[in-house]
């Protein structure tokens, strides 16, 4: 078999195949169905002002997410208290 040349990240996939634990399917039915209840299926559009945005934008950054994803976060939170 023909050896190939990594990179890091194909690498640190490979060193990480030897942990995976199969999920048994009762929790596999109840990650899909979680999933699919999160699943984004409706367009809004907004105006809000622009000083809120960039501070919105901010915190996203911070998390590591993406701005839209954080705003229908709080969204999801707000309507499900």
């Known amino acids: 078999m023909k050896k190939f040349k990594l ?3 194909e690498q640190s996939i490979e060193d990480e195949i030897d942990k995976y634990v199969p999920v048994p399917r009762h929790e596999f039915e109840a990650i899909k ?4 209840a999160r699943k ?3 367009v809004l ?3 809000i002002n622009q000083g809120d945005l ?3 934008k901010d915190k996203a950054k911070r998390l590591g997410i993406k701005y839209q994803t954080f705003i229908a976060e709080i969204l ?3 309507a499900s208290a």
């Open 76 to 78: 999801h939170n707000v």
């Open 54 to 56: 960039n501070i919105l």
């Open 7 to 9: 990179t890091k990240y």
């Open 33 to 36: 169905k979680m999933l699919e």
């Open 40 to 42: 984004k299926n409706a």
């Open 45 to 47: 559009n907004i105006r």
